[in-house]
C-alpha cells in the first residue's frame, strides 16, 4: 500500500512505534495536536490508553507504517530499531522515517545510507529532553538529514518540541554527535567531582567565563535571550573568586552544590 506524501493541507498522518516512556509522550503529543495518529508496540497492551484517546492501534509493524508517510521510531537502542525495521522488506519506501531512538553518530550514518537504499527519507533525532517535558516549552529535539525531509515535517515535528525544534545539517550523524559530546563531558567531569580537582584540560575557568560573557554579549546585541550565559558567568566568576581561575569547567560543581 503506498501512502502519498504529505502536503500542507492539515496536520500529518503520524505513526509512532515504540510506546515506552519516551514513545508514549510522543504519541501522545500528536494526538493531542490532532494528528491522525497510529500506534504500535511489541507488548499490545501499551497501547491501551492511546487507543482509548483516539489512536489506531495497528495491528502490525508493516499495518502501522502503511498508515502514514510519517514514521516516528523511538524504542529501546539501536539494535531494536533493526529487529523491528528491517524485515519490512519495501514498506517504508517512499515514506520519511524519524529514528527518536537514542544511538551513536555512526549508527545514525549507518541508518542513513540503510534508508537511502530503500528510498526513504531519513532523519535521526536526538531528544533533549525527559517524557514529561514532551510538547512543552522546555522540551529540545534536534534534527539532522535531509532539509527538505525536515522542512516537509517541521509543523508536525514542533508538536514535541515547540519552543526548541532545530535541524543542525544534512548529515545525519549530527543529531547524535550533540549528546555524544555532551555524554562525553559527564564522564570526564565525573570522576574530576569525585576527586574534588578540577585539571584545566582545554581551557580555565577564566577563560570559560569570558566565553560566557561572549556569548551573553552577542545575544543580547541579537536580541537573544541571554538569561543562561549570564547565569554562567556569574557562576564561573563566583569560582574564579574562590581561587579556581585556573581550574577547569568541572570546578562548577562546587557551585551547584551551594544552596
Ligand atoms: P522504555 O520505557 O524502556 O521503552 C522501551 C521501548 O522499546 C518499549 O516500547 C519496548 O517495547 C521497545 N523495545 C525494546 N526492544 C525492542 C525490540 N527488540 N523490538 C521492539 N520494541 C522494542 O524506554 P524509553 O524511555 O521510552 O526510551 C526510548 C528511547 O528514547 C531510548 O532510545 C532512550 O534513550 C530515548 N530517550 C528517552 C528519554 C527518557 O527520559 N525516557 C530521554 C531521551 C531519550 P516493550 O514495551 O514491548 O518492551
Known amino acids: 500500500m503506498s501512502t502519498p506524501p504529505h502536503t500542507t493541507a492539515g496536520p500529518a498522518a503520524v505513526t509512532v512505534l515504540g510506546l515506552g516512556r519516551m514513545g508514549s509522550a510522543l504519541a501522545a503529543a500528536f494526538l493531542a495536536a490532532g494528528h491522525s495518529t497510529t500506534v504500535w508496540n511489541r507488548t499490545p497492551g501499551k497501547a491501551d490508553e492511546l487507543a482509548a484517546r483516539g489512536a489506531r492501534h495497528a495491528g502490525s509493524v508493516a499495518e502501522a507504517v502503511a498508515a502514514a508517510p510519517l514514521v516516528v521510531v523511538c524504542v529501546a537502542d539501536d539494535e531494536a530499531v533493526h529487529q523491528l525495521l528491517d524485515p519490512l522488506d519495501g514498506a ?6 524519524v529514528n527518536l531512538t537514542t544511538g551513536t553518530s555512526a549508527q545514525a550514518r549507518a541508518n542513513a545510507a540503510w534508508a537511502k537504499e530503500r528510498r526513504i527519507a531519513f532523519l535521526d533525532g ?7 517535558d514532551i510538547a512543552t516549552g522546555d522540551a529540545v529535539l534536534l534534527y539532522s538529514g535531509p532539509r527538505d525531509a525536515f522542512d ?4 508536525a515535528l514542533r508538536v514535541l518540541a515547540p519552543a526548541g525544534t532545530t535541524h543542525l545539517g544534512g548529515d545525519a550523524g549530527l543529531a547524535a554527535r550533540m549528546t555524544t559530546v555532551v555524554a562525553g563531558y559527564v564522564t570526564a567531569a565525573a570522576p574530576e567531582v569525585d576527586a574534588g580537582t578540577y585539571p584545566a584540560g582545554d581551557a ?4 570559560h567565563q569570558e566565553a560566557m560573557r561572549h556569548l551573553a554579549e552577542e545575544s543580547e546585541a541579537l536580541g537573544v535571550n541571554a538569561e543562561l550565559p ?3 558567568q556569574l557562576l564561573a566568576g563566583r569560582a574564579v573568586a574562590e581561587g579556581h581561575a585556573e581550574s ?3 570546578a562548577l560543581v562546587e557551585q551547584f552544590r551551594k544552596a
Open 204 to 207: 580555565t575557568l577564566t577563560v
Open 92 to 97: 517504508l519506501a517512499g515514506r520519511t522515517l
Open 248 to 250: 577547569g569547567y568541572s
Open 230 to 232: 549570564r547565569f554562567l
Open 126 to 132: 536526538a531528544i533533549m529532553a525527559v517524557p514529561e
Open 152 to 155: 516537509t515535517y517541521e509543523e
